[in-house]
């Protein structure tokens, strides 16, 4: 997976002050985090589009705070986990991983972050959210706990937990499991 863009941390992002600047500028950004979130490039669609149709109303109040763009970003996250996603959302099942190429061949990679999707696919939702916020986003365990306002401990243990599961179904499937 390739890291995000970076957070924009820094008051007075170009463009914040108006609406339209701000979703053009950023607009991709924000979609490719809500991909990598969901793994669903409709549903990334639908959460940015959703998000940004409520934070318009009160654009004005948005752009006059320090960190718009992390806020937005919070507010996609905290859609992604809603429940009234969770009956919409549908995981797209897969056929059977086929076996890796030889590490140097160029379809290795490809494999690879197969794999991945897949893995993170059948992680829970929070689970999911706190493993692309520390390895996709890059956030420490304060920043992610405020983003899901949850403890640092609870961070900590949903990525041991979502880890451990991945290592699982990984070692079944190299022992022949359907994984």
Request: aromatic letters at 6%; one cysteine or more; hydrophobic letters at 40%.
């Amino acid at each position: 997976m390739r890291r995000a863009e970076p957070l924009s941390r820094e008051p007075g992002l170009p463009g914040v002050d108006d609406f339209d600047e701000f979703v053009t500028g950023r607009g991709r950004a924000l979609l490719k985090f809500a991909y990598v979130l969901s793994g669903d490039a409709h549903l990334a669609e639908d959460l940015v589009q959703e998000v940004l149709a409520r934070l318009h109303r009160r654009w004005d109040r948005i752009a006059a705070m320090d960190h718009v763009e992390a806020y937005v970003r919070t507010a996609i996250v905290r859609q992604f986990l809603s429940w009234r996603r969770r009956r919409a959302y549908r995981e797209a099942v897969l056929a059977e991983v086929p076996e890796p190429a030889p590490s140097d061949a160029p379809e290795h990679r490809v494999v690879a972050r197969d794999q991945m999707w897949t893995l993170l696919r059948g992680l829970p939702r929070a689970q999911r959210a706190v493993l692309v916020l520390r390895f996709y986003c890059d956030l420490p365990d304060e920043e992610i706990a405020a983003l899901l306002g949850c403890g640092k401990s609870t961070v900590r243990s949903q990525a041991t937990r979502a880890l451990a599961q991945m290592r699982t179904t990984l070692s079944q499937r190299g022992a022949g499991g359907d994984g």
